[in-house]
T-cell receptor, first 117, second 115 residues
Framework: DAGVIQSPRHEVTEMGQEVTLRCKPI?????LFWYRQTMMRGLELLIY????????DSGMPEDRFSAKMPNASFSTLKIQPSEPRDSAVYFC???????????????FGPGTRLTVL | AQSVTQLDSQVPVFEEAPVELRCNYS??????LFWYVQYPNQGLQLLLK??????LVKGINGFEAEFNKSQTSFHLRKPSVHISDTAEYFC?????????????FGGGTRVLVKP
C-alpha cells in the first residue's frame, strides 16, 4: 500500500491567491482527516469526513477554508483567498471504520508545506 | 471533552543517555492512548499505543510507555537514545471506539539528541 498521498509537497503563493491541497487516502479507509500544524498552535484538526460526508468542520478557521471529498479516493482543502497567516504544514490522515484491532489508528500523509507571501 | 498535556516542549539529551517524555491526559471516560513521532519534514508515524491489558507498552525503535490510570499519565521512555531519535513526539488520546479513531493531540515535545 502506498499510504496516504498528498500533493503538492510544497506550495508557495502570494496573498489573495487560491490554494488547493489534495489528498488520496488509503484504499478502504472510511475516514479522512485534515490537520494544520504551526509552531504557535501545534497540530489542529480542521475537518473530518466519514464515507465522503463531512462530519465535523468545527476546526475550520474561517469561511475562506473549504474541504470536499467527491469520492472515497480523493479530497481537497481549498483556501480562497489565502493570507500569510495561513502558512503552515497541512496534513491529511485516514483511518478504518472503527477500531478493528491492535493495528488500527490514523495514518498520516507527508504533509503539504504552504507558504503565503 | 478530553485534553492532553505534554509537560516538556523541548528535551535535549546526549546520545546513549535515557530519555523520558511526559504526557498527562484528562478525560471523564476511558480512552486509548498513543505516541506518535514526527521526523523532520515528515508526517506523523505511530510509535506505540495502549488499548487495554498490560500497562507497559512496547513500540518501535526501542521505545516503551507506561499507562498509569490513577495519575492519568502515559509517559514515553527509551533507555538509550540515538542521534536518529531527534524528532518531535506527540502524545494523543482517543475515546474508546471513537468514530474514525478521532484523536486529540498534545502540544508535542522536541527531542534533540546531542553527540
Amino acid at each position: 500500500d502506498a499510504g496516504v498521498i498528498q500533493s503538492p509537497r510544497h506550495e508557495v503563493t502570494e496573498m489573495g491567491q487560491e490554494v488547493t491541497l489534495r489528498c488520496k487516502p488509503i484504499s478502504g479507509h472510511d475516514y479522512l482527516f485534515w490537520y494544520r500544524q504551526t509552531m504557535m498552535r501545534g497540530l489542529e484538526l480542521l475537518i473530518y469526513f466519514n464515507n465522503n460526508v463531512p462530519i465535523d468542520d468545527s476546526g475550520m478557521p474561517e469561511d475562506r477554508f473549504s474541504a470536499k471529498m467527491p469520492n472515497a479516493s480523493f479530497s481537497t482543502l481549498k483556501i480562497q483567498p489565502s493570507e500569510p497567516r495561513d502558512s503552515a504544514v497541512y496534513f491529511c490522515a485516514s483511518s478504518p471504520r472503527l477500531w478493528q484491532g491492535s493495528t488500527d489508528t490514523q495514518y498520516f500523509g507527508p504533509g503539504t508545506r504552504l507558504t503565503v507571501l | 471533552a478530553q485534553s492532553v498535556t505534554q509537560l516538556d516542549s523541548q528535551v535535549p539529551v546526549f546520545e546513549e543517555a535515557p530519555v523520558e517524555l511526559r504526557c498527562n491526559y484528562s478525560s471523564s471516560v476511558s480512552v486509548y492512548l498513543f505516541w506518535y513521532v514526527q521526523y523532520p519534514n515528515q508526517g506523523l508515524q505511530l510509535l506505540l499505543k495502549y488499548l487495554s491489558g498490560s500497562t507497559l507498552v512496547k513500540g518501535i525503535n526501542g521505545f516503551e510507555a507506561e499507562f498509569n490510570k490513577s495519575q492519568t499519565s502515559f509517559h514515553l521512555r527509551k533507555p538509550s537514545v540515538h542521534i536518529s531519535d531527534t524528532a518531535e513526539y506527540f502524545c494523543a488520546v482517543s475515546l474508546i471506539k471513537a468514530a474514525g479513531n478521532k484523536l486529540t493531540f498534545g502540544g508535542g515535545t522536541r527531542v534533540l539528541v546531542k553527540p
